[in-house]
């Protein structure tokens, strides 16, 4: 059975349908076409010709390096962790044939091209040093570098992807030998062997390998920048109450491996930007500045915090007191609203970015990664210990995940990718789905229109500001959409969901286009556990049913269709909102009958 698992595995249900339903792939924002290789100029980064660049990009975080809550797993997580824990569930082959396919199939040409088409102009590559080299401890020889040519044939794939898409690729060392910070996951540090500022060897190692990158890539313009080592965080003045750096005060461990890895590059590359990045998780620049080369960049890391100038104000002062130029090498993870936000703080300041990650098991990036009941069951034991699933249910649910990787397989976030690249310049609203009337014609309410908080929708809590000390979430169901407003899985029919949670001044709204103008009754499908709910009906800002009562239909899944009637409709687009007057209901959906 294991055997044959592989060649009999086909698409499911669900997945063909949501795939005959996505619509064609997105817009594309343009400038002017770069040309050449990259450079530092004063505070820009800029091309050939001097034209300033605004790097607009993507990390493919979860490809070479998953780190386990991109795959549901929360506990024990790191990568080898998993993998070794695999091999005790299914067996060492099984568990290689997964990986194989995940790297297979994860990021390939088609996902490049759709990130061109939606208008990214850069992706980031989180390198694992594992598929380019092998560990110091399983060198043959002490001291030698074994180079692996997995991970140099993928990075040569991706570049070939990217060029052909005039597209710059990042890359970025993001799990280095031995491990870079105490945050486990993100370098898949191995916390009883040396880590990286424990051991010469992996610091040797390190080098050694930016030096054969940088060599191997010295003449190709498509390569952007190397992004030497991510996100580091350890303590070194005071490791027991400082162990992520944030407090670091001279960084000097850091600094100097990274000035030994510049001089390493500079041996054979003098043209490409090398991008350093602080301490504590690449914000601390306390003792590594000023910069000891002349085509350097900046990066920071920026998550859940507000998007007002003080978020940057460090950055950004930064930037013209050394006169460097800064980029945004990891962002995201977050609402829609949150994701706009950030974005149009980012451009104003002219300061590149680039998000993360492209594609995971979760809604708020541009691509989710469909799970399976069996794969559930594997994540579900690793997290909790309880019900360990059967060896060929472990094998059939993991190599299914992996066959989902590939992008035709995927769902696509429209909403997301709206939000990345014209909510941020457009407060216009555009339909999620064509919503032509006809007489008994239904629209979800969760297909409300595309657009920012306050012109699509309205909704009290939009995004996740916790490290502002602001707690929030936006959609708290974290299913189909990913803006504020709060959307729930209707678990009594297929693929069937309904916004919840609705609170007083909330609203949604709907651009429909009607044939036939006139006199129309709408049908909503609402459930509330209050006596006193209530909802207007708004067509392009204007009133047309003013505090219909929401009768209290015993709960908030418990279901009636009410009739709001005399809804005047124009021949043409309409928008139709949706306004809760007193809250505490759901929503279903909306059906359009004419003359009722």
Not at 89 to 106: H, I, S, V
Not at 111 to 139: I, Q
Request: glycine fraction near 8%; charge should be positive; charged fraction near 25%.
């Amino acid at each position: 059975m294991l055997t044959t698992f592989r060649k009999n595995i086909k698409l499911s249900a669900a997945v063909k349908v949501l795939l005959a339903a996505a619509p064609t792939l997105f817009f594309s924002l343009t400038g002017n076409a770069q040309t050449g290789f990259l450079k530092a100029e004063g505070k820009k980064i800029v091309d050939e010709k001097g034209q300033n660049v605004l790097l607009r990009g993507m990390g493919l975080g979860g490809w070479m390096l998953q780190e386990g809550y991109m795959l549901h797993i929360n506990k024990d997580s790191r990568q080898y962790r998993i993998r070794e824990r695999l091999e005790e569930l299914m067996g060492p082959a099984e568990t290689k044939e997964f990986y194989d396919t995940w790297l297979a199939n994860n990021t390939r040409k088609i996902d490049v091209d759709s990130m061109k088409r939606w208008g990214f102009n850069s992706v980031r590559l989180p390198m694992h040093y594992n598929l380019y080299t092998l560990p110091v401890d399983k060198e043959p020889v002490a001291g030698k570098n074994t180079w692996i040519e997995k991970g140099f044939k993928m990075t040569d794939d991706l570049l070939a992807w990217c060029k052909a898409n005039h597209m710059y690729l990042i890359l970025d060392l993001h799990a280095t030998p031995g491990g870079q910070g105490n945050d486990l996951n993100i370098s898949d540090r191995d916390p009883d062997k040396p880590s990286l500022w424990d051991s010469e060897a992996n610091k040797a190692k390190t080098i050694a390998l930016w030096r054969k990158l940088a060599e191997r890539y010295k003449n190709e313009p498509y390569i952007g920048a190397y992004d030497i080592i991510n996100e580091p965080n350890w303590g070194f003045d005071d490791p027991r109450n400082d162990k992520n750096g944030l407090k670091e005060k001279t960084n000097a461990p850091l600094r100097k491996l990274m000035v030994d890895i510049t001089a390493a590059i500079r041996e054979v590359d003098k043209k490409h930007i090398i991008i350093i990045e602080g301490n504590g998780w690449g914000n601390n620049y306390n003792g590594i500045l000023p910069q000891w080369d002349k085509n350097m960049v900046l990066s920071f890391h920026k998550y859940w915090n507000f998007n007002d100038q003080k978020s940057i104000e460090h950055i950004v002062k930064t930037r013209d007191q050394y006169n460097i130029p800064v980029w945004l090498g990891e962002t995201g993870e977050n609402s829609n609203t949150w994701i706009t936000e950030a974005i149009g703080l980012l451009e104003r300041n002219n300061i590149g970015w680039s998000l993360w990650p492209l594609k995971k098991l979760g809604n708020n990036n541009p691509l989710e990664i469909v799970s399976n009941l069996n794969y559930d069951d594997v994540a579900g034991y690793m997290n909790t210990g309880r019900h360990k699933p059967k060896e060929s249910n472990v094998y059939s649910g993991t190599l299914e995940l992996a066959t989902y990787a590939k992008l035709e397989s995927n769902i696509i976030h429209h909403d997301v990718i709206d939000a990345i690249f014209r909510q941020p310049h457009s407060a216009d609203t555009k339909p999620f789905k064509a919503n032509k009337i006809g007489n008994g014609t239904i629209i979800n309410a969760v297909d409300y229109d595309l657009g920012r908080n306050g012109s699509a929708y309205f909704d009290t809590d939009t995004a996740d500001y916790h490290t502002s000390g602001k707690p929030g979430v936006g959609n708290r169901g974290h299913v189909y959409r990913n803006d504020g407003v709060d959307i729930a899985k209707d678990s009594t029919q297929y693929n069937s969901y309904y916004v919840d949670h609705i609170e007083t001044g909330e609203w949604t709204q709907y651009t429909v286009f009607v044939k036939t103008p006139g006199v129309y009754s709408i049908s909503l499908k609402v459930a509330s556990p209050n006596d006193d709910a209530k909802l207007s009906v708004l067509v392009d800002n204007t009133t047309q049913a003013k505090e219909v009562a929401v009768p209290n239909t015993g709960g908030l899944k418990k279901w009636q269709v009410i009739a709001v009637k005399n809804i005047v409709l124009k021949a043409g687009a309409n928008k139709i909102k949706v306004q809760a007057d007193n809250g505490r209901y759901n929503l279903h959906y909306l059906q359009f009958w004419k003359g009722k």
